[in-house]
């Protein structure tokens, strides 16, 4: 089995940051590439960075310059860093990475979900 959990979620004034970590665990072969979406209310899930096991970095226009994603090759971990935070950012961010599981399938994994919520 393979899990994939988040974590570092929560409220924070606008301006402010956070730092999301999302960790894969279990039978795993190999994790390709690993990333962010996020979903507000009403909205389509949609992308908020990816990057591959090279460091390939693809993010959305809405973040550059003040999201960051990177990962842990070793700890199969992506994080995000999240940074000027302004009251649009709030969603549910969810983590995303593809798997390639010990018993040879590969799949796109994804997490439980984390809020962050930008709100004076």
């Known amino acids: 089995q393979v899990q994939v959990v988040e974590s570092g979620g929560g409220l924070v004034q606008p301006g402010g940051s956070l730092r999301l970590s999302c960790a894969a665990s279990?039978?795993?072969?190999?994790?390709?590439?690993m990333g962010w979406y996020r979903q507000a209310p009403g909205k389509q899930r949609e992308l908020v960075a990816t990057?591959?096991?090279?460091?390939?970095?693809n993010s959305a226009d809405s973040v550059k310059g003040r999201f960051t994603i990177s990962r842990d090759n070793a700890k199969n971990t992506v994080y995000l860093q999240m940074n000027s935070l302004k009251p649009n950012d709030t969603a549910v961010y969810y983590c995303?990475?593809?798997?390639?599981?010990?018993?040879?399938?590969?799949?796109?994994?994804w997490g439980q979900g984390t809020q962050v919520t930008v709100s004076s």
């Open positions: 279990g039978s795993i072969r190999g994790v390709y590439v």
């Open positions: 990057i591959t096991s090279g460091g390939r970095i």
């Open positions: 995303r990475a593809d798997i390639t599981s010990t018993s040879g399938s590969y799949y796109s994994y």
